[in-house]
């Protein structure tokens, strides 16, 4: 990974991005910077937008109601996109937030809220989701900023899988109660990490998952863990023996 400056401001935008453009930033950019930071003409920002890489800006003007950013050079280039779907059963308030966020962090490439027959919370606020996707992308460093889709049915999702795809599902029943081992004998190639809601999978839904053609079940170890925490185990045990914290 090339140096990443971790002092600078970073900025999402939805514009395109390439050397010597003048970006107009949006009334609620402008804002942040100016009067909430008090930037002014001529201060450093890192710019991304999830598809050019990340590049050095400055501002080449700074009002309180408009602003525009000069693209100086690219200081890192856009990484090759993971493959990595996070499924989850929606939970409520602050712990929801706090998902979305660490599935950004865990380099989810979508996430995809899950309605299982257990599960406390239908309905969510896809802005605010989205809202918290871009902060976590802009505070970590993140250039790929992950899809938030709308919630699915858990019979609709089963009935429409991608059938290349494996499916990794957190089960405390596991046969394989050793994760590492379960998750070394998971195929390569495209997969997705689904976390049940706090009732745990009815048997019902857990028979229709091992239904799939290709499954993991990953046991998270003895103790029984909250949904948000298992999300993140669940994450990091899959990026460090099928993802891209493998050494190369």
């Known amino acids: 990974m090339p140096d990443y400056d971790y002092r600078t401001k970073r900025l999402f935008v939805e514009d395109d991005l390439a050397e010597g453009d003048t970006l107009a930033l949006t009334k609620d950019a402008s804002h942040y910077l100016v009067t909430v930071l008090r930037y002014g ?6 710019v991304f937008n ?13 009002d309180k109601k408009s602003a525009a950013l000069s693209l100086v050079r690219q200081t890192r280039p856009q990484p090759v996109k993971p493959n990595i779907d996070y499924l989850f059963a929606p939970l409520k308030s602050a712990r929801l937030d706090y998902v979305v966020q660490k599935a950004v962090e865990m380099g989810a490439s979508r996430i995809v809220p899950v309605i ?18 871009i902060e976590a992308a802009e505070q970590c460093g993140v250039l790929d900023v992950p899809e938030f889709c709308p919630e699915i049915r858990f019979d609709t999702l089963l009935a429409n899988w991608e059938q290349t795809r494996t499916l990794i599902f957190c089960d405390e029943r596991a046969d394989i109660q050793d994760s590492v081992a379960a998750l070394q004998a998971t195929k390569p190639g495209p997969i ?16 229709q998952l091992l239904k799939l053609p290709s499954v993991t079940r990953l046991s998270l170890g003895p103790r029984i863990l909250r949904a948000d925490t298992a999300g993140v185990a669940a994450l990091a045990l899959v990026q460090a023996i099928l993802g891209d914290w493998r050494m190369k």
């Open 41 to 46: 003409q001529g201060d450093a920002i890192l």
């Open 50 to 62: 999830g598809r050019d890489g990340e590049w050095l800006g400055t501002l080449a003007k700074a």
């Open 116 to 133: 299982t027959k257990h599960t406390q919370l239908a309905r969510l606020n896809i802005d605010r989701m989205r809202a918290n996707i």
């Open 192 to 207: 997705a990490v689904l976390i049940g809601p706090e009732g745990g999978f009815s048997a019902e839904e857990r028979e």
